[in-house]
C-alpha cells in the first residue's frame, strides 16, 4: 500500500510485541509535549511545564467513521488494541480508579477501535498504519513535530502535526469524518471557541477560572486545513461516563457532528476528574480507490513555568507549602497563543514537514549501521520532553531526567550533560546558552563551577561545590563550541570565565585542593558524576583536567594570553606525561590509591558532609571494619577511565594520550566490561539491563585486582549514556565491531518489546546523558570541524562506498563515496569553509569563504 513504509528497515518497523512499550515524543525543544504510543493513544501530557508521564489529557484521540449513501458503515477510535496491564494502569484518582478497577477509561479500549496498527518510527517523525477489516478503508498517520537542525526556534513550536491519509479500498464513493477529541488539560470548565479564517478551522480551549495564579494560565487548540470542518465545542456536561457515552453516541450515526456550546462554566466538578473536551472533525468524500488527505495540529500555550522545586533542600526533599518563583517559556515569546503556533504550523506545513524530513532522510539514508541511526536519533527525542526547558531570553535549562510527575535532578547538571553531543552539533546556539548561563550563574567568586544551575538564573548557588569533571568539561566544551561556531568575539566575552575556572584548580580558596602545587594531575577531593568523590591521580578525572589545560591554553592564544597559554600548556603536557608513565598498569588506565592509607582521606576531614550523603565525612569514606577506604575505584578497570581524551579528541583539542595505550585500554574496557549476557552477573544497584540483555558495566575488577569490599556507586550499573561515549570512543580508534557490539546491546534493550526506543533512561526517564549517542554518527565520518579557520574534515571509519551524514557549524547534509569520487551535499542550512577535506582523498581549497548552501554539492576525487 505504501512502498516508503515497506522499505524501511526492520528495525524502524514496529509490529506486534514489539509495539508494547513504545511512547514516540511529540513537542517542540524545551516546550513540553506529549507522545503518541505504539496502539496511537495520545499519552504521557506534559504540557504543563512539568512531567506527566503515564498520564492522560481525558481521552483525548482521533477517530474515522464512514458513510455511504446516508448510512453508517463504520466508525472506530484511531487505536490499536489495548496495551496496558488489564487488571488496573495509572490513573486520574487516587480511589475508583487504576490497579484493581479493569483496564483504564482513558484509554477507550472499551470503544471499537482497530485491531492492529504498524508503527514506523524514525525520529523526527512516526508513521501508523491502522489495519481492521472492518472499517472499510486503510489509514496512514504520519505525525511528527518540526526538528530542523540549525534553526532551534522552529524547532521549538509547542506543536504536534498529524497527517492522515485516507484510501478508500471499497468500490464505492464513500464520505468520511476524520475527528479529533482534545480534552481541556486539568480544566474542569472551559470556554471553548470555534473560528475560521483564512482556511483554518481551530477550537480554542481555555480554562473557564478567572483567578487562576498565573502559573496555571494557559490554552490548547486543534486545528485543521480542511475545506468541510464539523465543531463539537463541548462535550455533554454529565457525571459517570455521560460525556464519553454522549459524544460516541452521535459520533457513531451517520451525518454532521452536533453543535454544541456552554456560553457558562460548568457547575459542578466532573466526578471522575475529567477535563471538558471539543471535537473538530473533517468530512470528505472519496471515490472508489481514490485517497485523500487530512491535517490536525494540536498545540498549547502555558507560558509561565512554576519552580515548584525552588525551596526543596534536597532532590527527594519535601517541597514546602509556599509561593515560589516562576519562569516564562521561550515559546510563548514567539507565538502569542496556541492558535498562533497552531495557524503557524499549518500555514507553513509544507516548508516545516520538508525540512525535518530532509534531516529524517538525510540521516536514515546513510549506510551508517541501522544501530547508530536508532541510537542517535531516538535520544534526540527528549529534547521535545519536560527533561528540557527553554527560558524566556532562549536559554536553555535541563533536568537529568523524568520522574512520572516531577523533573529528576534539576540545573542543567554539568557531569550529566557533559556527555551530550547532540545539541553542540544539531543546534550549537542552544548549546552555548549552556555555557554562557553555567558561566554567568554557576561560577563562585573563587572561580569553581557549581554543578546544578538555580532557577530564577542568579537566584542562588547550588549547595554542594564544584564535581571535577563538570568543572573542567565546561573548559573543553567552551573549545569545542568555540570551534563549532569559528566566533573569536564570543571566545573573548567569555574566556576570563574559562580562566578563573583554571585557576580554580590551583587556588587556596578550593577546599578540595586539586592542584594546589600545579603539576598538571589532578589529587585532592574529586567529585564526580557517580556521586561521591575519588581521592588521589585518577585518570578518570585527571584526563579531563588535561583536556582542559590543553583547550585553555589554545583558547588563550587566541585571545593574545600568552603567559597563561604557555602556562596551561607546560601543566598540560606534564599531566598528560603522569597519565601515561604512573596510571598505566600495562592494560587500562587507573586510579593510584592506597586503599589501606587512612591519611588520604584526613586532611578533608574538616565538618563538611560527604558528597549527597548527609554522614559525616569520615564515616562516610573510611571502613574500620574492613581498614580501608570506601566509594574509590582502585585499580579497577572503568569505562569511562579516559574520559577527558574522549572529550579531547570530539572537541578538536586532539589527543594526548600515548595512542596504543590508549587502543589497548579501550580494548580491555570492550574486553572486561562488555558482556554479552547478563545473567550471571550481580548487581547490588539499579537494573537498567539484566538476565538475558547485554551491556557495558560502569566497572570492572578482573581476576587478579584488588576490588574495593566497597567500591563506587553503581559500579555494577549499565548506563546507556556511559555505552554509547564508548562505544563512539572504540570506533574513532578503528575498534569498529568492539563498539559496534556495545551499540547493538543497548538498542536491543530499547525494541519496543522490552523498553521504549525512545527513552533511554537512567536516573529516570528521557535521560540527558544518552545523547552522547550523537557522537556515534561523527566517530563514523571521523568529523573534526574547525569554523575558526574554515576547515571540516573527515577520517571516515568505514571502507568502499558510503553514506554518512555530518552536522556542524550552521549546516548538515550527507558525505557519500563512489568509487574514487567523492561528493558533499548540504542538506539544511549553509556552511562556510575555505577547506574540504577527506582522508585519502585531495582537500578543495575555497577562495575566502566559500558559503555553500541548501543544495550545494562538492565534488572530491580521490588523490
Known sequence: MWDDLAAIDQRFAYTG??????????????????????????????????????????????????EKDGQLVDARVLNGPYDLNPSGAPAVRKMFDGFGHGANRQTLVGVPH??????????????????????????????????????????????????????????DELTYTLAGTLGNYLSNSGTHTFKQQN???????????????????????????????????HHFRGQWFDDLAVYWKEFARPGRLPKRHYDQPRASKHMSMQPEHGTLGARVTIAAGERKTVRFVISWSFPHGDIYWA???KPDGVIPDKATPSWKNFYATQWADSTASATDALTRWDNLTAQTTAFRDGLFGTTLPSEVKDAASATLALLRTATVIRLEGGELWGWEGQHTQDGSCEGSCTHVWNYQQALSHLFPALERTLRE??????????????????????????????CADGHFGAVIKTFRDWKLCGDTDWLRTWFPHVKRAIEYAWSDQNPDRWDPNQTGILSGRQHHTLDMELFEPNSWLASMYVAALLGAAEMAKAVGDTD????????????????????????????????????????????RTAGVLADGFMETYWSDEFSEAKYQMGEGCISDQILGQWHAEVAGIGGFLDVCKVKTALTSVHANNF?????????????????????????????????????????????????????????????????????????????????????????GSYYARSMSAWQLVNAFSGLHADFVSGKLSFAPQTSGDYRLFWSAGTGFGTLTRKGDTLSFEVLGGSVKLTELSVAGFASKIFDNRAVLAVGATQQIQAL
Open 437 to 466: 548561563t553555567e558561566f554567568k550563574f554557576n561560577q563562585l567568586p573563587s572561580g569553581g563551577l557549581t554543578f546544578r544551575q538555580k532557577l530564577p538564573l542568579g537566584s542562588s548557588f547550588d549547595i554542594i561545590g564544584p
Open 199 to 233: 482556511g483554518i478551522s481551530s477550537l480554542h480551549l481555555t480554562s473557564s477560572d478567572t483567578d487562576l495564579p498565573q502559573t496555571q494560565q494557559g490554552d490548547l487548540t486543534i486545528a485543521t486545513d480542511a475545506e468541510d470542518v464539523d465543531h463539537t465545542d
Open 311 to 313: 525551596y526543596r533542600p
Open 675 to 763: 558482556r554479552p549476557n547478563l545473567s550471571n552477573h550481580f548487581n547490588p544497584g539499579r537494573n537498567y539491563a539484566f538476565e538475558d540483555e547485554g551491556g557495558l558495566l560502569i566497572a570492572t575488577y578482573p581476576e587478579g585486582i584488588r576490588q574495593p569490599m566497597v567500591a563506587a556507586p553503581y559500579a555494577e550499573e549499565v548506563w546507556t549514556g556511559i555505552e554509547y561515549m564508548s562505544a563512539s570512543h572504540l570506533i574513532m580508534h578503528g575498534l569498529v565491531e568492539e563498539g559496534m557490539d556495545i551499540v547493538r546491546a543497548a538498542r536491543n534493550r530499547h525494541d519496543g518489546s522490552r523498553r521504549n526506543p525512545w527513552n533511554d533512561i537512567e536516573c
Open 564 to 607: 597563561f597559554a604557555d602556562k596551561t600548556a607546560r601543566l598540560g603536557k606534564a599531566g598528560a606525561t603522569y597519565i601515561n608513565e604512573h596510571l598505566f598498569n600495562g592494560r587500562w588506565f587507573i586510579q593510584n590509591i592506597d586503599l589501606s592509607d587512612k591519611s588520604v582521606l584526613t586532611p578533608f576531614d574538616v565538618g
Open 17 to 66: 510485541e514489539r509495539t508494547k512499550y513504545l511512547a514516540f515524543p511529540l513537542g517542540g525543544i524545551g516546550s513540553g509535549g506529549f507522545s503518541i504510543s505504539g496502539s496511537g493513544r495520545l499519552i504521557d501530557w506534559s504540557i504543563r511545564n512539568r512531567p506527566g508521564i503515564q498520564g492522560y489529557n481525558g481521552y483525548s484521540h482521533f477517530a474515522i467513521k464512514a
Open 114 to 171: 482497530f485491531n492492529e496498527v504498524e508503527f514506523y518510527g524514525r525520529f523526527p517523525t512516526a508513521d501508523l498504519v491502522y489495519k481492521d477489516e472492518r472499517f472499510p478503508g486503510d489509514i496512514r498517520l504520519t505525525a511528527l513535530s518540526p526538528f530542523i537542525p540549525h534553526n532551534d526556534r522552529d524547532s521549538s513550536m509547542p506543536v504536534a502535526m498529524f497527517e492522515f491519509e485516507i484510501v478508500n479500498s471499497t468500490a
